[in-house]
């Protein structure tokens, strides 16, 4: 049974548009999120986190939000650009060891 | 480099072989992670290092998967008698103290295919 779920297999934007990709987990004990974005060939690269006690973090072009009552966040990039078409992860910090549990992934692809 | 370097990269071998996999963390940091992303699926976790504790082997799939850290540096992950269902991208993580809230640093990861 999935605890982080990526409901929406791939998104595609326009160049300079927002993209928003979702995720929604069922364990109301996760307390940190982190978004990973992945390239073809390569391992997951961080992106951005947010602690539960937050509901927004901003990073560049990069924002997500935490919505704990309805057990959902998303990751927004404004604008998006062509080099941002990549696989974006979620994932909730799950064990007392700092393990990950990551969400399937959502394809973005941004057109020019 | 300095980031989390895996080999081999790709990895084809044949069912029932044994197969070892090695992650070289990012210099100084003390928790280590081992994870698997099956076609289709997000990553999975395997096995958690930090520091000289016992590591947590909480999500090795079977007793044929094993790993070591030797040192509180370089880790194994070792597969024996594989089966095809064990093929996956083997995906190892760092981290600077190993607690919750650090962002764990992945290498590219080791494709290991079982013909």
């Known amino acids: 049974d999935q605890q982080v779920k990526q409901n929406s297999p791939s998104l595609s934007v326009q160049e300079g548009r927002i993209s928003i990709l979702n995720c929604d987990y069922t364990n109301s004990m996760f307390d940190y999120f982190l978004w990973y974005k992945k390239y073809p060939a390569e391992g997951p690269t961080f992106l951005i986190s947010?602690?539960?006690?937050?509901d927004k973090n901003e990073d560049g072009r990069f924002t997500v939000f935490l919505n704990k009552s309805a057990k959902h966040l998303s990751l927004h990039i404004v604008p998006s650009q062509p080099g941002d078409s990549a696989v974006y992860f979620c994932?909730?910090?799950?064990?007392?060891?700092?393990?990950?549990?990551f969400g399937k992934g959502t394809k973005l692809s941004v057109k020019p | 480099g300095a980031g989390v370097s895996q080999s081999p990269s790709n990895k084809v071998t044949e069912k029932g072989k044994d197969v070892e996999l090695r992650c070289d963390p990012i210099s100084g940091h003390t928790a280590l992670y081992w994870y698997r992303q099956s076609l289709g699926q997000g990553l999975e976790f395997l096995i958690y290092f930090q520091g000289n504790s016992a590591p947590d082997k909480s999500g090795l799939p079977s007793d044929r998967f094993s790993a070591e850290r030797t040192g509180g540096s370089v880790s194994t992950l070792t597969i024996q008698r594989t089966q095809q269902e064990d093929s996956a991208v083997y995906l190892c993580?760092?981290?600077?103290?190993?607690?919750?809230?650090?962002?764990?640093?992945f290498g590219d990861g080791t494709r290991l295919s079982i013909l």
């Open positions: 947010i602690s539960s006690i937050k």
């Open positions: 993580a760092s981290s600077s103290q190993g607690t919750r809230n650090q962002p764990q640093h």
């Open positions: 994932a909730a910090v799950g064990g007392s060891q700092g393990n990950l549990i």
